[in-house]
């Protein structure tokens, strides 16, 4: 068999048929041909469809993948006693990846399934079937992974757990739920059939984007406990306008004269989107990851002057930089509660009706709680600009002055000690 020929059947698999053979338990000694026909055979999961506490109602899923790409999805609800029961099923097989900016990542495929049944307490079939077929790319693509993939789902009964279209947000926190076991830094899902019909889904795979997702004609920064509504300017966030990267050298370096490594910058990916109102945020994504959303100050982050949007020479070059990157040192240093997330969507929502007291930090010497953490944000920034406006009054300083600005202490006592 030619390399050529191995190539195309093993895939991924081709760069070790030693892993290949493991994957398959197969004993050595195996020859090329053997294993390709079984690396080539359909891969076969199933499950019961267990209930506890006494619920009479039980099932069997059996989800059938094959080379190339193509799936059937099939099983059972069945009632086996008194009660009726309306039942949603959530299935996912799931894998770990390696993808950009995350390479401790997985892939969730996404089945669903739902129905009634009957008990004896009305008339009706007690037993709901279903059968589903597809095909989706990505299982081909990622055949040498999905061969030793896990099953994994979820039953919800006797509630309407799927509510309207519009409730993605719940149901890829099941998704995701049901991947948390392999400790990703991100979460590719793919949804297939009904589902993906069922939530309108645009894209729910943007590869390399930690925490990002677009379905529904929307798009969501997802974290713990939490989904926030992110845009591009302007608009909707689609799989291919979504950019992120990690800080250049020459961004880490300038920024460290503020932070002295009190920043874990090989966990922050700058973003081109923005929050409520056209806003930069930063919030913590999955896995440990810290998402700066700079909206259009993600190109070039150390000249640009604006404040996220189009409008420039409003802000020192840097600045806006300086102030999300002071929320990455919140979240690295401070003890991170999703209140973090609360307190900065309330401030979002203030500002964009032009309310920025938010922001107004009041004279030096205060307390570094006594702030509130955008006030703290500003400090830093306005320290890093050389510009104070903590009260009504503005002055003006050099840029990172150590003498004469009062709010160097917060820099020195705080920012750079990692003391929250």
């Known amino acids: 068999m030619t ?22 338990g197969v004993n050595r000694p195996a020859s090329v041909r053997t294993l390709a026909e079984l690396y080539r055979s359909d891969v076969v999961f199933e499950a019961p469809l267990d209930t506890a506490g ?35 099923l959530v ?41 589903e077929k597809g095909q989706l790319p990505q299982l081909q693509a990622e055949w040498h992974a999905v061969r030793t993939s896990r099953l994994s789902h979820k039953l919800h009964y006797d509630t309407d757990w799927f509510g309207p279209a519009g409730d993605i947000v719940g149901f890829v926190a099941q998704v995701v ?31 390399g984007i930690v925490g990002v997702i677009a379905a529904g004609g929307a798009s969501y920064l997802f974290g713990p406990r939490i989904f926030i509504p992110v845009f591009i300017a302007g608009a909707a966030a689609t799989a291919a306008a979504v950019k992120q990267r990690k800080l250049y050298d020459d961004e880490q370096i300038e920024m460290d004269k503020i932070f002295k490594g009190k920043v874990p910058y090989n966990r ?21 990851a810290i998402l700066v959303n700079l909206g259009s100050g ?16 409003v802000r020192a070059p840097g600045q806006l930089l300086a102030h999300e990157l002071t929320h990455a040192w919140q979240i690295a240093n401070e003890s991170f ?33 006594s702030f509130n953490t955008e006030q703290q944000a500003k400090v830093v920034d306005d320290w890093y600009a050389g510009k104070q406006g903590g009260t009504s009054m503005q002055s003006t300083y050099d840029p990172m002055d150590e003498v004469l ?11 750079r000690t990692g003391i929250g």
């Open 54 to 88: 006494g619920v009479a109602l039980g099932g069997h899923q059996r989800l059938t993948v094959s080379r190339d790409g193509s799936y059937t999805f099939e099983g059972h609800f069945r009632a086996t006693g008194f009660p009726s029961y309306d039942v949603a």
């Open 177 to 207: 739920a049901l991947g948390a076991t392999f400790g990703a830094s991100g979460v590719a899902i793919v949804v297939a059939g009904a589902a993906a019909e069922h939530f309108n889904v645009e894209h729910l795979v943007l590869p």
């Open 298 to 313: 993600y190109e070039k982050p150390l000249t640009y002057t604006g404040k996220g949007g189009e409008e420039l020479n």
């Open 268 to 288: 922050v990916l700058l973003t081109n989107l923005v929050g409520w109102g056209g806003r930069p945020f930063t919030a913590p994504g999955p896995g440990g």
């Open 337 to 369: 509660t999703p209140e973090y997330y609360c307190r900065a969507m309330d401030t979002a929502a203030g500002t964009a009706g032009g309310n920025m007291s938010a922001y107004i930090y009041g004279n030096a010497g205060g307390d570094w709680h």
């Open 91 to 131: 299935t996912t097989l799931g894998f770990p990846i390696v993808i950009a900016g995350a390479p401790n990542g997985a892939a969730q495929f996404a089945f669903t399934a739902r129905g009634r049944v009957s008990g004896t307490n009305e008339p009706g079939q007690r037993q709901y079937e279903w059968l």
């Open 405 to 415: 600005n009062p709010y160097y202490m917060y820099i020195r006592d705080h920012i």
């Open 3 to 24: 390399t050529l020929e191995t190539r195309a059947i093993f895939g991924h698999g081709g760069n070790s048929l030693e892993a290949a053979r493991a994957s398959m």
